[in-house]
């Protein structure tokens, strides 16, 4: 679509949509004409005039019907365009006929009536060609040579006089079209621009989406993908744990399972992100004595940070705080991880205060290497990271901030930070104010690991090294396992067993695009009974997550540590 194209089919539009108009003032007019006129010239020529009038009114109206019955287009508009131009000569030569014919100069009342008819004829053609100065010029022309030649053809000094300046009105009335009909193109001009950008904008959102989609899926197959090895690598070196006895051997186990659960740590801050956007994490609040609460977290925190040199110190006042303790625990360790990892040197102090009757401080403040102002929006992206141009994976991939924020919006937290280049960081947490009379103290003492001997789990997985890996890890704690790869073969196993089962462990994403949360089922329906089950997933985009969530099952994210993976058949199978 070019831009001469479109101000045509703008001006065609425009010429028509006044065409109504023009045919109710042709209306008014004329039988104003007539009645004005009837007593000074021949009645046969003023109702041989008003006939003419009918006809270029219902011709026009005719044009009019024709026009909005067919669509108008970049082809067909210069036709229309013509046709209204033929329209406005033949509207001009008609009122033109005025001073022609009915035009008495006996009385100057009518000469000065037929000058204000050519001047509002002229002012209405103006406004109703404004947008295309050629239909102006088209009935300006008759009708001005014919009033022009009516005053002439008159004479002397006052009707010369008076031709003149019909002539001299139409001149100044044509610029005032063609300045009128400039604007309009002009207007036009830059609205087609926009759509241009519009076009452009919306073709350029549709790539990105394209691409963000296409992002999306690769990051949550790779992530898939990812998980599956990494979540048999940590269950196999649990199992191993029970065979190496060596002391180098078992030193070099440690250093493997602690790499496993970097990496993992590093996974569940994927998933952290695409839970918060799913929506599936809720807050659950209870009041908590803040200073008890917070010295659990504060020794790992302390460690990390003796690691490096650094001075670490806590205090505050004896006051409760109302939040979900785990959801506030995930924001509170990744702020002062934050704080550790970027102070090289100096003192690193946590302190809460009581704020008034209905909030609480909580700040966070280091003497390390600060940030930059111009910086501060940007350090709650997701990925983004301060002084790592490298990609350092010990320093995680950068969503730590970004879960951060999150999770202050569900806690309804508010969030203040300050910094200066060089000189380190100040994080203000301000949270709802406890009751330290309404705090539960729950004492958990540290209760022996139930036994697992003897507990017969079937275990559904389509991935043999999964499978595999689940069952040298249940074997090593004393259960019985059964391993199927599909549905169909989980249902043929349980159909065949004799003793009882006691839990199913599922992967969601089997063969023939069946869920485990469809296997448990159908093997609860085979066997007429519930059975403790546990689903175990290495998905992590929000659409799945809500559909977990929704299923009602306890899910695991892989990869599941051995202590998870324990901790949750513990629950299903003694609870």
């Not at 060596?246 to 493997?256: S, T, V």
């Not at 010990?394 to 951060?404: D, E, T, Y």
Request: glycine share 6%.
């Amino acid at each position: 679509m070019q831009i001469e194209d479109y101000i045509k089919l703008e001006q065609t539009k425009a010429v028509y949509e006044n065409t109504k108009i023009i045919i109710l003032g042709m209306v008014g007019v004329s039988l104003a004409t007539v009645y004005i006129f009837w007593t000074q010239s021949s009645p046969f020529e003023l109702l041989l005039w008003l006939v003419a009038a009918v006809g270029v009114i219902v011709g026009r109206l005719l044009t009019l019907r024709a026009f909005r019955l067919n669509n108008v287009s970049f082809e067909n508009s210069q036709f229309w365009l013509n046709l209204s131009l033929l329209w406005s000569f033949i509207t001009g030569l008609h009122w033109g006929l005025v001073p022609a014919y009915f035009l008495s100069t006996n009385e100057a009342i009518y000469t000065l009536l037929v000058s204000i008819m050519y001047t509002g004829h002229l002012a209405g053609a103006i406004s109703t060609n404004s947008a295309y100065s050629h239909g102006f010029i088209a009935v300006g022309i008759p009708t001005t040579l014919c009033f022009a030649g009516r005053f002439f053809y008159e004479g002397g000094s006052f009707y010369n006089t008076l031709g003149v300046m019909v002539i001299f009105y139409f001149g100044v009335s044509a610029l005032l079209s063609r300045n009128s009909a400039k604007l309009f193109r002009e207007a036009r001009e830059l609205l087609f621009k926009n759509i241009k950008l519009m076009d452009q904008l919306v073709v350029q959102k549709n790539a990105a989406e394209q691409a963000t989609q296409s992002k999306d899926r690769f990051l949550a197959a790779a992530s898939h993908d990812l998980r599956q090895p990494l979540h048999s690598s940590g269950l196999l070196v649990s199992a191993l744990d029970e065979y190496v006895t060596d002391p180098k051997g078992r030193a070099l186990l440690g250093d493997i399972r602690m790499s496993g659960e970097a990496l993992s740590h590093s996974f569940n801050s994927l998933l952290d992100v695409s839970r918060l956007d799913a929506g599936v994490i809720e807050s659950n609040p209870r009041h908590l004595r803040f200073d008890n609460y917070v010295q659990s977290l504060l020794r790992d925190c302390q460690i990390q940070a003796s690691e490096k040199g650094l001075n670490f110190t806590s205090e505050g006042q004896d006051i409760a705080i109302y939040s979900d303790p785990i959801l506030l625990e995930r924001i509170l360790h990744n702020l002062i991880s934050n704080a550790v990892a970027y102070t090289p040197s100096g003192t690193i102090t946590i302190t809460w205060s009581k704020v008034d009757s209905l909030r609480a401080r909580i700040v966070i403040e280091d003497m390390g290497i600060g940030i930059d102002p111009a910086n501060l929006n940007d350090i709650f992206s997701e990925y983004y990271q301060i002084n790592n141009p490298e990609r350092d994976r010990k320093n995680g991939f950068g969503l730590g901030l970004a879960i951060v924020q999150r999770l202050c919006n569900i806690l309804d937290i508010k969030l203040y930070i300050s910094s200066t280049l060089g000189f380190g960081t100040t994080i203000a947490l301000y949270t709802q104010l406890g009751d330290l009379e309404q705090v539960v103290d729950k004492q958990k003492s540290a209760r022996s690991i139930a036994s697992l001997n003897n507990i017969t789990v079937l275990v559904i997985d389509d991935d043999p090294v999964v499978r595999k890996s689940m069952k040298h890890a249940l074997t090593a704690w004393g259960c019985q396992v059964l391993t199927a790869e599909s549905q169909d073969d989980a249902v043929n196993i349980t159909s065949q067993l004799e003793a009882n089962l006691d839990l199913i462990i599922a992967d969601y994403r089997l063969k023939d695009n069946l869920t485990g949360t469809e296997a448990i089922e159908r093997i609860c329906d085979e066997l007429n009974k519930a059975i403790p089950s546990i689903v175990v997933t290495a998905d992590t985009s929000p659409e799945r997550l809500q559909q977990l969530t929704i299923s009602g099952f306890p899910v695991l994210h892989k990869p599941v540590s051995a202590a998870a993976l324990r901790s949750a058949i513990q629950r299903q199978v003694f609870v």
